[in-house]
């Protein structure tokens, strides 16, 4: 039986206890921090993701924010930045941002449930998963940027150029 399943006869789905569902059924560490408002950590390949998910009712979007910390040499800010605007260039399903004062980079996304639709588990499955693979993807293009001292543009080769299979 699918995930989404168990919630066809349902007669309220709340948008947070879909996520729920979903960090239960992939064995996530989680805190219902309010009843509109779930926080997890979810395993990376390169980094362990702060993952939030707030429901606004006023507005009908359920709001994903996953984070992990990085602290960038200041005097590669502006290739940090410029590398950002790449990176969002490619991406379609949600933006890295620096939160520079909480030492956080963040993958965000908005989803809008607007006229009182209900967001699936595969759905959500689909958007926890987006911000992770994001994430990962261009995590060492970051890393060359910041550190590596790269250039944006040849660091973005490293994410578009994606290896298939483990070694």
């Avoid at 059924?25 to 926080?39: K, L, M, N, S």
């Avoid at 956080?104 to 996304?109: E, F, G, I, Q, T």
């Avoid at 958007?127 to 993807?137: D, F, K, N, P, V």
Wanted: net charge negative; proline share 4%.
């Amino acid at each position: 039986m699918a995930l989404s399943e168990d919630y066809l006869y349902s007669d309220e789905l709340h948008p947070i206890d879909v996520v729920e569902e979903l960090a239960e059924a992939h064995a996530w560490e989680f805190d219902r921090v309010t009843d509109d408002q779930i926080a997890m950590t979810v395993e990376g390949q390169w980094r362990t993701y702060s993952v939030t998910l707030a429901w606004s009712a006023q507005d009908e979007t359920l709001r994903l924010i996953s984070t992990f910390e990085l602290d960038p040499p200041a005097h590669r800010a502006g290739a940090l930045y410029e590398l950002l605007n790449r990176i969002n260039d490619q991406c379609w399903s949600g933006a890295l941002t620096w939160w520079p004062e909480q030492q956080l980079m963040v993958w965000r996304y908005g989803l809008v449930l607007a006229g009182g639709q209900c967001a699936s588990i595969e759905q959500v499955d689909q958007l926890i998963g987006a911000a992770i693979h994001g994430s990962e993807r261009f995590y060492p293009a970051i890393q060359l940027t910041c550190w590596g001292d790269e250039s944006p543009e040849r660091a973005i080769k490293v994410a578009i150029a994606e290896a298939y299979g483990r070694a």
